[in-house]
């Protein structure tokens, strides 16, 4: 079975400050796909980034960073320097190879102006 | 290109009533998906069909029937409406997901209402 887990049901912060969505997720497999969404107020899903299990590399994206530990079961997701139009519902989702993704229960964060 | 689309964004149901969601991607993709979305649950899968002709149960299938009518199109029914299916319904689409695997795309949900 394959279990995520967002520990952060809600963050609140002040614009400007650096804020990390923690992931942990549960897996047997060792090919697995992990995922981030953010889903903004105005309720569609938006594809974030993919990794694959064998790519231990940490990658940003401008203000957007994501580290993946294999050894702690972790893909967390780091912004930098928030923004406003950053305040969403985040998921973080695993897939094993051929198999459903599965989503964590998301974590609302907002950024206060 | 549209991506994927839904209809239609709202509904309101009577339990006991049945009714049919859409969806559609222009993205020629070969599997879609049908999820539901409760509050402080996430999403959870429905149905998922892997390519035209299959369709497959996901976690919570039970009071819905799914087609996939050919490439484009998946839809998703309710015969007897509950209001346990009060829910945002999202549609998704992505390549394929066997061996290696492909972002899905969402569409813009249907938030459903039973009363």
């Known amino acids: 079975a394959q279990k995520v887990t967002q520990a952060q049901t809600e963050i609140s912060v002040v614009e400007k400050e650096d804020v990390t969505l923690d992931c942990v997720y549960e897996?047997?497999?060792?090919?697995?796909?992990l995922f981030w969404y953010k889903q903004p107020p105005s309720g569609e899903l938006v594809f974030l980034i993919r990794r694959n299990s064998f790519d231990e590399q940490n990658e940003i994206s401008g203000r957007y960073s994501w580290n993946f530990q294999k050894s702690t079961s972790s893909f967390n997701f780091t912004i930098t320097a928030s923004q406003v139009v950053d305040s969403a519902v985040y998921f973080c989702a695993l897939q094993t190879s051929g198999s459903r993704l599965t989503f964590g229960e998301g974590t609302q964060l907002t950024v206060n102006p | 290109n549209a991506g994927v689309t839904q209809t239609p964004k709202f509904q309101v149901l009577k339990t006991g009533q049945s009714m049919t969601l859409q969806c559609a991607q222009d993205m020629n993709h070969n599997s879609m998906y049908w999820y539901r979305q409760d509050p402080g649950m996430g999403l959870r899968l429905i149905y998922y069909?892997?390519?035209?002709?299959?369709?497959d149960k996901g976690e919570v299938p039970n009071g819905y029937n799914v087609s996939r009518l050919n490439k484009r199109e998946f839809s998703l029914r309710l015969e007897s409406a509950a209001p346990s299916q009060t829910s945002v319904y999202f549609c998704?689409?992505?390549?394929?997901?066997?061996?290696?695997?492909?972002?899905?795309?969402f569409g813009p949900g249907t938030r459903l209402t039973v009363t």
């Open positions: 998704a689409s992505s390549e394929r997901p066997t061996r290696a695997s492909y972002e899905q795309y």
């Open positions: 897996t047997r497999d060792t090919t697995y796909y």
């Open positions: 069909s892997a390519s035209e002709g299959t369709t």
